[in-house]
């Protein structure tokens, strides 16, 4: 069973049009919930880490929420430099490598 | 360096030759990791070193594989007699602490390996 789902798969939105990714998790303790940005032929640059439910970050038009299932990354009004892949990543309590889901292609047209 | 460095960026081989890729971490950072993405697959783990501890060897796919890391600085990912399923890009991060709480991990730009 897969530990971390992304969804949708891919994302095509207007310059401007808000818009949510979702990423659900299943792990026997959280100790954290990490973000990711990755852009082609680059590696992951990292965005946010979560430790709890009810928390969110923030960052520029980016915004990460964490429940006890879920996380969602709200991109607000983005631009066409907000295209690229969003990779979310757990880590496990007692565990030291994070665990990702496969990713939301998002493409933002002008 | 400012950041984690892969090498070589690309590689071309044949089906059943061995291949070495590089990875130089940053400075200071203790924890280092391997893992491979596959075309629309997410990230796989492969395997971590922290410190002078015995590495994780749990996500490494077949004995092909093997990976060292030495003076606790430079990693090199082993891959023997390849085969076309190993054509994905590897990715090398590392961390301060091992399981990158709080900032998480710093990736390098990966090697795009290719087996033809």
């Known amino acids: 069973e897969d530990q971390v789902t992304q969804s949708p798969e891919a994302l095509r939105l207007q310059e401007g049009e808000s818009s949510s990714l979702n990423c659900s998790y299943t792990?026997?303790?959280?100790?954290?919930l990490f973000w990711y940005r990755q852009d082609p032929g680059k590696g992951p640059e990292f965005l946010f880490t979560l430790y709890s439910a009810g928390e969110e970050k923030e960052k520029e038009r980016l915004k990460a929420t964490l429940t006890k299932k879920e996380s969602f990354l709200h991109i607000t009004a983005p631009k066409p430099e907000d295209s690229a892949t969003y990779l979310c990543?757990?880590?496990?309590?007692?565990?030291?490598?994070?665990?990702f889901g496969a990713g939301t292609t998002v493409t933002v047209r002008a | 360096g400012a950041g984690v460095s892969q090498s070589p960026s690309n590689k071309v081989t044949e089906k059943g030759k061995d291949v070495e890729l590089r990875c130089d971490p940053i400075s200071g950072h203790t924890a280092l990791y391997w893992y491979r993405q596959s075309l629309g697959q997410g990230l796989e783990f492969l395997i971590y070193?922290?410190?002078?501890?015995?590495?994780?060897k749990s996500g490494l796919p077949s004995d092909r594989f093997s990976a060292e890391r030495t003076g606790g600085s430079v990693s090199t990912l082993t891959i023997q007699r390849t085969q076309q399923e190993d054509s994905a890009v590897y990715l090398c991060?590392?961390?301060?602490?091992?399981?990158?709480?709080?900032?998480?991990?710093?990736f390098g730009s990966g090697t795009r390996l290719t087996v033809v």
């Open positions: 990543a757990v880590l496990e309590e007692d565990d030291y490598k994070l665990s």
């Open positions: 991060a590392s961390s301060l602490a091992l399981g990158g709480a709080g900032y998480g991990y710093t």
């Open positions: 792990v026997s303790g959280l100790r954290g």
């Open positions: 070193f922290q410190g002078n501890s015995a590495p994780d």
